[in-house]
Protein backbone atom coordinates (compact mmCIF):
# COMPACT_ATOMS: atom_id res chain seq x y z
CA UNK A 1 0.00 0.00 0.00
CA UNK A 2 0.68 3.45 -0.62
CA UNK A 3 2.47 5.67 2.32
CA UNK A 4 3.06 9.65 2.52
CA UNK A 5 5.97 11.20 4.93
CA UNK A 6 6.60 14.61 5.23
CA UNK A 7 10.40 13.50 5.63
CA UNK A 8 12.53 10.42 4.56
CA UNK A 9 12.28 8.04 6.79
CA UNK A 10 15.17 6.52 8.41
CA UNK A 11 14.22 3.06 7.95
CA UNK A 12 14.64 4.37 4.20
CA UNK A 13 18.14 5.20 4.61
CA UNK A 14 19.90 2.21 3.78
CA UNK A 15 17.77 1.43 1.12
CA UNK A 16 18.20 4.50 -0.97
CA UNK A 17 21.86 4.70 -1.13
CA UNK A 18 21.53 0.76 -1.80
CA UNK A 19 20.09 1.82 -5.33
CA UNK A 20 22.19 1.68 -8.56
CA UNK A 21 20.05 4.23 -10.66
CA UNK A 22 17.38 7.09 -10.19
CA UNK A 23 15.03 8.97 -12.14
CA UNK A 24 14.77 12.96 -12.25
CA UNK A 25 11.47 14.33 -13.50
CA UNK A 26 11.36 18.16 -14.40
CA UNK A 27 8.91 20.46 -16.36
CA UNK A 28 9.17 23.82 -16.94
CA UNK A 29 6.24 26.28 -16.36
CA UNK A 30 4.92 27.19 -19.89
CA UNK A 31 1.75 24.81 -21.01
CA UNK A 32 3.88 24.59 -24.30
CA UNK A 33 7.04 23.12 -22.69
CA UNK A 34 8.20 20.07 -22.72
CA UNK A 35 8.85 16.95 -19.59
CA UNK A 36 11.57 15.60 -19.11
CA UNK A 37 12.69 12.55 -17.45
CA UNK A 38 16.74 11.99 -16.50
CA UNK A 39 17.84 8.59 -15.41
CA UNK A 40 20.84 8.94 -13.21
CA UNK A 41 23.50 5.89 -12.78
CA UNK A 42 26.17 5.25 -10.58
CA UNK A 43 27.48 5.89 -6.79
CA UNK A 44 26.81 9.47 -7.02
CA UNK A 45 23.88 10.93 -5.21
CA UNK A 46 23.75 10.70 -1.21
CA UNK A 47 21.54 12.08 1.82
CA UNK A 48 22.83 14.97 3.83
CA UNK A 49 19.68 14.34 6.51
CA UNK A 50 16.04 13.69 6.74
CA UNK A 51 15.08 16.42 4.20
CA UNK A 52 18.01 16.84 1.96
CA UNK A 53 18.32 15.15 -0.95
CA UNK A 54 21.64 15.27 -4.10
CA UNK A 55 23.39 14.37 -6.62
CA UNK A 56 25.65 15.03 -8.87
CA UNK A 57 24.77 16.26 -12.23
CA UNK A 58 27.44 14.90 -14.53
CA UNK A 59 27.71 16.72 -18.26
CA UNK A 60 25.99 15.89 -20.79
CA UNK A 61 24.21 16.74 -24.33
CA UNK A 62 21.45 18.11 -22.60
CA UNK A 63 20.39 20.66 -19.58
CA UNK A 64 16.71 20.21 -18.74
CA UNK A 65 16.57 19.61 -15.39
CA UNK A 66 19.08 23.03 -14.41
CA UNK A 67 16.66 24.81 -16.61
CA UNK A 68 13.44 24.07 -15.33
CA UNK A 69 15.07 24.41 -11.78
CA UNK A 70 16.57 27.71 -12.62
CA UNK A 71 13.09 28.84 -13.58
CA UNK A 72 10.39 27.13 -10.94
CA UNK A 73 12.58 24.92 -8.75
CA UNK A 74 9.80 21.41 -9.22
CA UNK A 75 11.58 18.44 -8.76
CA UNK A 76 10.65 14.44 -8.04
CA UNK A 77 13.55 11.91 -7.82
CA UNK A 78 12.18 8.91 -8.52
CA UNK A 79 13.48 4.87 -6.92
CA UNK A 80 12.51 1.37 -7.64
CA UNK A 81 13.56 -1.65 -6.75
CA UNK A 82 14.71 -4.22 -9.23
CA UNK A 83 15.72 -6.92 -6.92
CA UNK A 84 14.12 -8.07 -3.27
CA UNK A 85 10.86 -6.58 -2.38
CA UNK A 86 8.84 -4.45 -4.93
CA UNK A 87 8.91 -1.07 -4.03
CA UNK A 88 8.57 2.70 -5.82
CA UNK A 89 9.71 5.85 -3.91
CA UNK A 90 9.30 9.18 -4.92
CA UNK A 91 11.14 12.46 -3.33
CA UNK A 92 9.08 15.21 -4.27
CA UNK A 93 11.07 19.27 -3.32
CA UNK A 94 12.52 21.94 -4.52
CA UNK A 95 15.77 21.48 -6.39
CA UNK A 96 18.44 23.83 -6.23
CA UNK A 97 21.73 24.25 -8.65
CA UNK A 98 25.44 24.25 -7.38
CA UNK A 99 27.31 25.04 -10.84
CA UNK A 100 31.16 23.62 -10.78
CA UNK A 101 33.51 26.87 -9.97
CA UNK A 102 31.32 28.40 -7.84
CA UNK A 103 32.01 28.79 -3.93
CA UNK A 104 28.81 27.21 -3.40
CA UNK A 105 29.78 24.01 -5.39
CA UNK A 106 33.22 24.25 -3.59
CA UNK A 107 31.90 24.85 -0.12
CA UNK A 108 28.95 21.76 -0.39
CA UNK A 109 31.54 19.28 -1.83
CA UNK A 110 33.97 20.07 1.21
CA UNK A 111 31.78 20.15 3.82
CA UNK A 112 30.43 16.87 2.74
CA UNK A 113 33.41 15.10 1.29
CA UNK A 114 31.89 14.57 -2.00
CA UNK A 115 33.96 12.85 -4.62
CA UNK A 116 33.47 15.05 -7.96
CA UNK A 117 34.62 13.61 -11.39
CA UNK A 118 35.77 15.45 -14.51
CA UNK A 119 32.84 15.34 -16.24
CA UNK A 120 30.88 17.04 -13.07
CA UNK A 121 28.71 20.32 -14.00
CA UNK A 122 26.88 20.83 -11.23
CA UNK A 123 25.33 19.25 -8.05
CA UNK A 124 21.40 19.55 -7.10
CA UNK A 125 20.39 20.04 -4.66
CA UNK A 126 16.64 18.52 -3.44
CA UNK A 127 14.91 20.20 -0.25
CA UNK A 128 12.40 17.50 0.35
CA UNK A 129 8.66 17.89 1.44
CA UNK A 130 6.87 15.21 0.62
CA UNK A 131 8.01 11.76 0.27
CA UNK A 132 5.50 8.92 -1.34
CA UNK A 133 5.98 5.16 -1.55
CA UNK A 134 3.76 2.81 -3.73
CA UNK A 135 3.94 -0.95 -3.88
CA UNK A 136 5.85 -1.52 -7.99
CA UNK A 137 4.40 -5.09 -8.02
CA UNK A 138 4.66 -4.67 -11.93
CA UNK A 139 8.30 -3.71 -12.14
CA UNK A 140 10.48 -6.65 -13.42
CA UNK A 141 13.75 -7.86 -11.83
CA UNK A 142 17.04 -6.84 -12.85
CA UNK A 143 20.31 -7.81 -12.18
CA UNK A 144 23.21 -5.34 -11.95
CA UNK A 145 26.41 -5.87 -13.88
CA UNK A 146 28.28 -2.61 -13.85
CA UNK A 147 28.18 1.00 -13.25
CA UNK A 148 29.22 2.59 -17.33
CA UNK A 149 32.79 3.34 -17.44
CA UNK A 150 32.25 5.56 -21.03
CA UNK A 151 31.47 9.15 -19.50
CA UNK A 152 34.69 9.37 -16.72
CA UNK A 153 36.74 7.72 -19.61
CA UNK A 154 35.68 10.99 -22.49
CA UNK A 155 35.70 13.57 -19.66
CA UNK A 156 39.14 12.31 -18.56
CA UNK A 157 40.63 12.71 -22.06
CA UNK A 158 38.73 15.54 -22.82
CA UNK A 159 40.05 17.35 -19.19
CA UNK A 160 43.85 15.92 -20.29
CA UNK A 161 43.91 17.65 -24.18
CA UNK A 162 43.00 20.97 -22.48
CA UNK A 163 45.82 20.84 -20.22
CA UNK A 164 48.10 20.22 -22.89
CA UNK A 165 47.01 23.30 -24.55
CA UNK A 166 43.57 22.40 -26.57
CA UNK A 167 41.39 25.67 -25.49
CA UNK A 168 38.76 24.47 -27.42
CA UNK A 169 38.33 21.47 -25.05
CA UNK A 170 37.67 23.15 -22.07
CA UNK A 171 34.37 22.43 -20.29
CA UNK A 172 32.63 25.59 -20.35
CA UNK A 173 33.19 25.52 -24.20
CA UNK A 174 31.45 22.46 -23.45
CA UNK A 175 28.53 24.00 -21.80
CA UNK A 176 28.06 26.95 -24.18
CA UNK A 177 27.76 24.84 -26.93
CA UNK A 178 25.27 22.31 -25.36
CA UNK A 179 23.96 23.39 -21.81
CA UNK A 180 23.42 27.18 -22.21
CA UNK A 181 19.73 26.59 -23.64
CA UNK A 182 17.03 23.91 -23.12
CA UNK A 183 14.93 22.28 -25.98
CA UNK A 184 12.33 25.08 -24.93
CA UNK A 185 14.83 28.00 -25.07
CA UNK A 186 15.12 28.31 -20.92
CA UNK A 187 18.60 29.82 -19.89
CA UNK A 188 20.27 26.74 -18.95
CA UNK A 189 24.27 26.97 -16.93
CA UNK A 190 24.99 30.27 -16.36
CA UNK A 191 28.96 29.80 -16.70
CA UNK A 192 27.52 28.11 -20.62
CA UNK A 193 25.49 31.14 -20.77
CA UNK A 194 28.25 33.35 -20.16
CA UNK A 195 31.16 31.65 -21.84
CA UNK A 196 28.42 31.46 -24.90
CA UNK A 197 28.18 35.49 -25.28
CA UNK A 198 31.93 36.37 -24.27
CA UNK A 199 33.42 33.40 -26.57
CA UNK A 200 30.72 34.19 -29.59
CA UNK A 201 30.06 30.74 -29.72
CA UNK A 202 26.67 29.00 -31.23
CA UNK A 203 24.18 26.84 -29.51
CA UNK A 204 24.02 23.38 -30.48
CA UNK A 205 20.21 23.08 -32.46
CA UNK A 206 17.40 21.52 -30.28
CA UNK A 207 14.67 19.66 -31.42
CA UNK A 208 13.71 19.38 -35.09
CA UNK A 209 10.52 19.45 -36.91
CA UNK A 210 7.09 22.00 -36.02
CA UNK A 211 9.07 21.33 -32.16
CA UNK A 212 12.16 23.12 -32.65
CA UNK A 213 12.87 26.87 -31.18
CA UNK A 214 12.87 27.91 -34.70
CA UNK A 215 9.00 26.58 -35.74
CA UNK A 216 7.40 27.01 -32.28
CA UNK A 217 7.73 29.55 -29.32
CA UNK A 218 10.27 29.97 -27.38
CA UNK A 219 8.85 30.78 -23.58
CA UNK A 220 9.71 33.64 -21.70
CA UNK A 221 9.84 33.64 -17.95
CA UNK A 222 6.85 31.06 -18.30
CA UNK A 223 5.06 32.18 -21.32
CA UNK A 224 5.93 31.79 -24.90
CA UNK A 225 7.01 34.37 -27.45
CA UNK A 226 3.13 33.79 -29.26
CA UNK A 227 1.81 34.58 -25.85
CA UNK A 228 3.47 37.82 -25.35
CA UNK A 229 2.67 38.69 -29.17
CA UNK A 230 -0.73 38.04 -29.14
CA UNK A 231 -1.13 40.23 -25.58
CA UNK A 232 0.56 42.93 -27.58
CA UNK A 233 -2.04 42.72 -30.10
CA UNK A 234 -4.94 42.33 -27.99
CA UNK A 235 -3.45 45.68 -26.29
CA UNK A 236 -3.02 47.67 -29.03
CA UNK A 237 -6.72 46.62 -29.98
CA UNK A 238 -8.05 47.32 -27.19
CA UNK A 239 -6.39 50.97 -26.53
CA UNK A 240 -7.42 51.80 -30.00
CA UNK A 241 -10.88 50.73 -29.81
CA UNK A 242 -11.18 52.80 -25.82
CA UNK A 243 -9.29 55.99 -27.68
CA UNK A 244 -12.64 55.46 -30.91
CA UNK A 245 -15.00 55.00 -28.22
CA UNK A 246 -14.14 57.52 -26.41
CA UNK A 247 -13.43 60.08 -29.02
CA UNK A 248 -17.38 59.26 -29.66
CA UNK A 249 -18.11 59.23 -26.08
CA UNK A 250 -16.68 62.86 -25.62
CA UNK A 251 -18.38 64.17 -29.26
CA UNK A 252 -21.82 62.79 -27.87
CA UNK A 253 -21.40 64.81 -24.67
CA UNK A 254 -20.56 67.86 -26.63
CA UNK A 255 -23.42 67.91 -29.00
CA UNK A 256 -25.79 67.41 -25.89
CA UNK A 257 -24.19 70.54 -24.09
CA UNK A 258 -26.44 73.64 -23.97
CA UNK A 259 -24.34 76.52 -26.36
CA UNK A 260 -22.40 78.67 -24.55
CA UNK A 261 -23.87 82.38 -25.40
Known amino acids: MGAYYEVIPK ?13 VATAPLSAAGH ?23 MTGSGNETISHLYENGRVT ?11 ILRLFGRGRVLE ?33 TSCGFSVPFYD ?19 LNGKEEESMPRYWALKNAWSVDGLPGMKVGQETMRKEGIVPLKKMVGNSSLENSRRPVNGF ?30 KQRLPARQ
Open 100 to 132: RGTAEYADFVKKNTVGTHSGTRTIILVDVHQVG
Open 224 to 253: SVAHLVLAIVLSALLSAFLTLHGADVALNI
Open 35 to 57: VNVSPKGGACFGLIDEKTFYYMD
Open 11 to 23: SLFKWILEQKMFW
Open 77 to 87: ILFNAFEGPPR
Open 144 to 162: FKAFRPVLDEYFEKKEKRY
